[in-house]
């Protein structure tokens, strides 16, 4: 199971700390996404900007130099989780996020990649923590069948695939949070540190990883790509 995990991972819990979630970071995030957030109707959710890491702002407006935005400010242990327990096993810190999913809705399938890295067969790792609701509710798509997450661990940060179609139902009566790293960090580069993340991950939450080869993919994907 060590050989090639980051190749074949589609989904792990992450040897790293829970996320110390609060009632006042919950209450302040309620603030935020009405005050100061966005809308992304391809995954039907809102998104509050944390880190912009692609040369532009967090709404792909104005080039700016990397930075953490102006919500992060409010949200001083984000920050902190990130820099102490995200940034010294990535190369760059990829452009993060908290996304934002209403009570009873879903994210309809989609691929977190383009189809030019699709094409290509890239790794697309994408690094996530539930801050409210439920890591189980979250699955990824087959042509003939959908893969569950096998443990449902609160606050746990994962790893995921983003390179598979995968779908996200809030059956909660409250928004869901989550915590999320995307591109342009995406695994591929070599590092040792993400690489020895990983190893001490599979032994310690082995019960929880799902390997693509394991899943099959749906022939028809072409609306799971953002246009």
């Given at each position: 199971?060590?050989?090639n995990i980051k190749e074949k991972l589609a989904?792990?819990?992450?040897?790293?700390?829970?996320?110390?979630v609060t009632s006042s970071l919950i209450q302040r995030l309620e603030t935020i996404v009405k005050e100061s957030s966005f809308d992304d109707q391809f995954r039907n959710c809102r998104h509050i900007p944390i880190y912009v890491s692609a040369?532009?702002?967090?709404?792909?407006?104005?080039?700016?130099?990397?930075q953490w935005s102006k919500e992060s400010e409010q949200l001083p242990e984000i920050?902190?989780?990130?820099?102490?327990?995200?940034?010294?096993?990535t190369n760059e810190l990829g452009?993060?996020?908290?996304?934002?999913?209403?009570a009873g809705e879903s994210n309809p399938t989609h691929i977190d990649c383009s189809r030019k890295n699709f094409d290509k067969q890239m790794l697309e790792h994408k690094f996530r923590v539930v801050l409210r609701g439920q890591t189980d509710n979250l699955y990824f798509n087959g042509q003939n069948t959908n893969y569950h997450i096998k443990e449902n661990l609160i606050n746990q940060p994962f790893v995921m695939s983003g390179y598979w179609p995968h779908s996200m139902s809030n059956n909660d009566s409250d928004m869901k949070f989550t915590l999320a790293m995307g591109a342009p960090w995406t695994a591929e580069d070599?590092?040792?540190?993400?690489?020895?993340?990983?190893?001490?991950?599979?032994?310690?939450?082995k019960n929880s990883y799902i390997s693509k080869l394991d899943m099959t993919m749906p022939e028809d994907i072409e609306s799971y790509?953002?246009?």
């Open positions: 199971m060590l050989d989904f792990l819990y992450l040897d790293l700390p829970a996320f110390p040369g532009k702002d967090i709404r792909n407006n104005n080039l700016i130099e990397k920050k902190n989780y990130i820099e102490t327990y995200v940034k010294p096993w452009r993060i996020v908290v996304i934002c999913t209403k070599h590092n040792a540190k993400y690489q020895q993340l990983l190893g001490n991950s599979i032994k310690k939450y790509f953002s246009k």
